[in-house]
């Protein structure tokens, strides 16, 4: 019978510490128009982010990328905690320029600001920005700069 007693309470224990945190993640583009255009950049930076924190042993649930200009932060708060969030990570990527559809130009960040926020009293918990000494060259690129940074931000 002790021994029952026993068994239960560690598989209980056991239990506890196996909760994974949840973390919503929301990936904003802030551009000069205020418009949504979907870069390349911004779907690696979404792909390295949800990777990384994957990789972290986080639950995630996210949105699609959506433009800065629109975004809603207690919105945003809501749907997390109708998923059962307990963070929600806004991701702003931030882009100088636009480039022209003839220019060779490839659209690339020039800020990221992580903004790790508790989705009950919307406090904000940890921010990060993240500016580039060099421009990225490729989306593998962009999406290894995301992981490193939101482990960054995480272990913090």
Same mark, same amino acid.
């Given at each position: 019978?002790?021994?029952?007693? !026993?068994?239960?309470?560690? !598989?209980?224990?056991?239990? !506890?510490?196996?909760? #994974?945190?949840?973390?919503?993640?929301?990936?904003?583009?802030?551009?000069?128009?205020?418009?949504?255009?979907?870069?390349?950049?911004?779907? #690696?930076?979404?792909?390295?982010?949800?990777?990384?924190?994957?990789?972290?042993?986080? /639950?995630?649930?996210?949105?699609?990328?959506?433009?800065?200009?629109?975004?809603?932060?207690?919105?945003?708060?809501?749907? #997390?905690?109708?998923?059962? $969030?307990?963070?929600?990570?806004?991701?702003?990527?931030?882009?100088?320029?636009?480039?022209?559809?003839?220019?060779? /130009?490839? $659209?690339?960040?020039?800020?990221?600001?992580?903004?790790? /926020? #508790?989705?009950?009293?919307?406090?904000? /918990?940890?921010?990060?920005?993240?500016?580039?000494?060099?421009?990225?060259?490729?989306?593998?690129?962009?999406?290894?700069?995301?992981?490193?940074?939101?482990?960054?931000?995480?272990?913090?």
């Amino acid at each position: 019978m002790r021994r029952s007693i !026993l068994m239960a309470f560690w !598989l209980i224990l056991m239990g !506890l510490e196996l909760q #994974a945190e949840t973390i919503f993640v929301s990936l904003l583009e802030t551009t000069p128009d205020k418009a949504l255009h979907n870069f390349e950049a911004s779907s #690696a930076w979404e792909s390295g982010v949800l990777d990384a924190l994957f990789d972290l042993g986080v /639950i995630v649930s996210n949105t699609p990328v959506q433009g800065s200009a629109t975004f809603n932060r207690d919105e945003a708060r809501q749907i #997390a905690r109708e998923g059962g $969030a307990d963070l929600l990570l806004i991701v702003d990527v931030t882009y100088p320029i636009i480039p022209e559809e003839k220019s060779k /130009i490839r $659209a690339v960040p020039s800020t990221v600001r992580f903004s790790l /926020i #508790a989705v009950d009293s919307g406090r904000l /918990i940890k921010e990060l920005q993240y500016i580039p000494t060099k421009q990225s060259e490729t989306l593998d690129e962009d999406k290894e700069t995301a992981k490193k940074q939101t482990q960054l931000l995480y272990k913090k």
